[in-house]
Protein backbone atom coordinates (compact mmCIF):
# COMPACT_ATOMS: atom_id res chain seq x y z
CA UNK A 1 0.00 0.00 0.00
CA UNK A 2 1.61 3.66 -0.90
CA UNK A 3 0.97 5.80 1.89
CA UNK A 4 2.02 9.65 2.18
CA UNK A 5 3.70 8.51 5.47
CA UNK A 6 5.96 5.56 6.73
CA UNK A 7 3.77 2.48 7.26
CA UNK A 8 4.67 -0.50 9.13
CA UNK A 9 2.56 -3.74 8.72
CA UNK A 10 2.87 -6.73 10.72
CA UNK A 11 2.31 -10.31 9.22
CA UNK A 12 1.07 -13.43 10.57
CA UNK A 13 3.40 -15.76 10.56
CA UNK A 14 6.64 -14.03 10.34
CA UNK A 15 7.96 -13.27 13.78
CA UNK A 16 11.31 -14.83 14.01
CA UNK A 17 12.26 -15.41 11.02
CA UNK A 18 14.87 -14.11 8.62
CA UNK A 19 13.50 -11.41 5.93
CA UNK A 20 16.09 -8.68 4.01
CA UNK A 21 15.55 -6.37 1.62
CA UNK A 22 15.17 -7.75 -1.70
CA UNK A 23 19.21 -7.98 -3.56
CA UNK A 24 18.16 -5.48 -6.02
CA UNK A 25 16.57 -2.80 -4.41
CA UNK A 26 18.95 -3.63 -1.35
CA UNK A 27 22.17 -2.66 -3.86
CA UNK A 28 20.33 -0.26 -5.85
CA UNK A 29 20.75 3.95 -5.81
CA UNK A 30 17.50 4.30 -4.51
CA UNK A 31 18.63 5.37 -0.83
CA UNK A 32 15.07 5.67 1.05
CA UNK A 33 14.34 2.25 0.03
CA UNK A 34 17.17 1.22 1.88
CA UNK A 35 15.31 2.37 5.06
CA UNK A 36 12.76 -0.41 4.76
CA UNK A 37 13.56 -2.53 7.81
CA UNK A 38 11.86 -5.91 9.32
CA UNK A 39 11.67 -6.19 12.80
CA UNK A 40 12.41 -10.06 13.60
CA UNK A 41 10.78 -9.92 17.13
CA UNK A 42 7.68 -8.33 15.89
CA UNK A 43 6.94 -9.86 12.84
CA UNK A 44 6.55 -6.66 11.25
CA UNK A 45 8.06 -4.68 7.86
CA UNK A 46 8.52 -0.83 8.21
CA UNK A 47 8.38 0.82 4.50
CA UNK A 48 8.94 4.52 4.22
CA UNK A 49 6.54 6.98 2.54
CA UNK A 50 5.54 6.35 -0.96
CA UNK A 51 7.79 3.36 -1.39
CA UNK A 52 7.48 0.03 -2.41
CA UNK A 53 9.82 -2.88 -0.92
CA UNK A 54 10.32 -6.24 -1.67
CA UNK A 55 11.71 -8.62 0.70
CA UNK A 56 13.15 -12.16 0.95
CA UNK A 57 14.05 -14.95 2.87
CA UNK A 58 18.07 -15.76 3.01
Same mark, same amino acid.
Not at 2 to 26: D, E, I
Not at 31 to 58: E, L, M
Given at each position: ??? @?? $????? &? $??? $????? %???? &??? /???? @?? &?? /?? /? *?? %????? *? /?? @?? %??? $?? *??? @?
Amino acid at each position: MLS @PS $ATTQT &V $AGT $AGQHY %RLNR &VQA /TGSD @PI &VK /TS /T *FN %RAAGT *F /TI @PA %RTV $AV *FDQ @P
